[in-house]
Structures are given as C-alpha cells and as structure tokens.
C-alpha cells in the first residue's frame, strides 16, 4: 500500500462529495450493528476522519470506538472532530497489511471499514478475514463497505457511469465545481481507470462471499450496492 498524507488531505476534502450516499452507507452500518448485542466495542479499520465512527458513537452511547488508520493526518482529524467523545473514542496508528495490532486488540464485538479493504490482495483479504473472525466475540458482525470487482466489462462501464454522474451532481448542487475537477484530474474512478493506481486491487463481491463463508462466518450478504460499492459482511 501506498497511502499518502496529500491522499489523506485530499480524501478529507472531497470524500463527501466522491463517496456515493456516504450517509446513507453509515446509516445501512448504523442499523446492522443493532442486531449485536452486546456492542460494548467496535473497531474501525481505516477510520479516516472518523466519519462512520462519530455516528455509531452517537447512536450508541455505551460503545467504546477504536478509530486505527495508517495517516496521521486522519487520525488527528478524527480526533478533534470527536474530543467529546474522548472516553470512547481511542485512535492507533495501524498498517492494514501488518499483523501485529491483530494481536493487540481487546475483545470486539464488531469490525467495521470503509474504503479499505481493496488495497489488499486477494490472498491478505483472505488472511484478514480470517484473522478478524477470529478476533469477534460470538455473535459478531464484520461489516465492509468497498469497491468491487465487476465480472464484465458492462459491469466496469456501469459502474464507472454512475460513480462520474454522482460526483458530478453532487459538485453542481452543492456549488462546488472543485469537487468534479479533482475527480476527473486525481483519476478516482476506478472503473474507467482500473490500472492507473496498484494500490486499488478490489476482487469481486461473490468471491468475498465465499472467503467469509468459508472463513466460518454465517448469514453473509450484501445489504447495499451502487456504482461499484457495495456493503457486505457476516456474522459469527
């Protein structure tokens, strides 16, 4: 992976405008978690400025939150985007990839991330998923929501169209031609630019389904797709 603090200070800018309905996917993450119980603690991996952590810490005031991201940048946006929540909000520095913090972790009763996951290749999702099933409490839920690999060009194509016109919506409602340019210029649409940048390596949906399932997690699904996104996950 190759992560970079200007990527980070870029993503911090724009992700609001580049990731499709992000607050309707936190709000899709937010209800699945209820079916947890205990949710005494969740981890995010790859918290970012900690957009997905602020709401669950919100909707749910007796869990404590691990923020860990590889940026510095992210993580004290995170953190003094989340100060009153200082007592349940903890942040770590973190390298998806490494296995050390898997070994280093309290008790989770949830996994979640955003946007991640991808950056790895199919054998490290597979050891991650696995490692992450068995770091989760019984009756825990690892929740992904990514980009995926579509099985077809027209897939790539439809993808690529819907990711553009709601970058390019969402720039024009909200009078911010910046947001549309960057996009076009920084090449974030995967789908029509899938060799431009090794970092992104997503895999397809249905072969993910099959590593959780065969990684022993049970009532896998999809609960959300558009434009090459998609939320997924299992239980344990």
């Known amino acids: 992976m190759s992560w970079t603090e200007s990527d980070s200070k870029g993503f911090i800018d724009f992700g609001d405008y580049f990731i499709p309905y992000r607050e309707q996917q936190a709000e899709v993450v937010r209800q699945l978690l209820s079916a947890v119980n205990p949710l005494n603690t969740v981890v995010d991996l790859c918290c970012?400025?900690?957009?997905?952590?602020?709401?669950?810490?919100?909707?749910?005031?007796?869990?404590?939150?691990?923020?860990?991201?590889?940026?510095?940048?992210?993580?004290?946006?995170?953190?003094?985007?989340?100060?009153?929540?200082?007592?349940r909000f903890n942040t770590q520095k973190f390298d998806l990839q490494k296995q050390e913090w898997r070994y280093a972790l309290p008790p989770v009763d949830a996994f979640i991330s955003s946007l991640a996951i991808h950056h790895l290749e199919a054998l490290e999702k597979q050891q991650l998923y696995s490692d992450l099933y068995n770091l989760l409490n019984d009756g825990g839920a690892l929740l992904i929501s990514d980009l995926i690999s579509p099985t077809v060009q027209a897939g790539y194509d439809l993808a690529g169209k819907q990711w553009e016109d709601y970058v390019r919506r969402g720039s024009i409602e909200n009078d911010n031609p910046a947001a549309y340019q960057e996009f076009l210029?920084?090449?974030?649409?995967?789908?029509?630019?899938?060799?431009?940048?090794?970092i992104d390596q997503p895999s397809g949906i249905f072969e993910q389904l099959e590593w959780l399932n065969n990684t022993g997690f049970k009532k896998v699904d999809v609960y959300w797709m558009f434009a090459g996104h998609a939320i997924f996950g299992g239980w344990k």
């Open 48 to 87: 970012g400025e900690g957009f997905w952590c602020k709401r669950i810490l919100t909707a749910y005031p007796k869990t404590t939150v691990y923020g860990l991201d590889i940026s510095e940048e992210m993580l004290r946006k995170a953190s003094k985007d989340l100060v009153q929540y200082k007592e």
């Open 185 to 198: 210029e920084e090449k974030w649409n995967f789908f029509y630019h899938p060799e431009e940048d090794p």
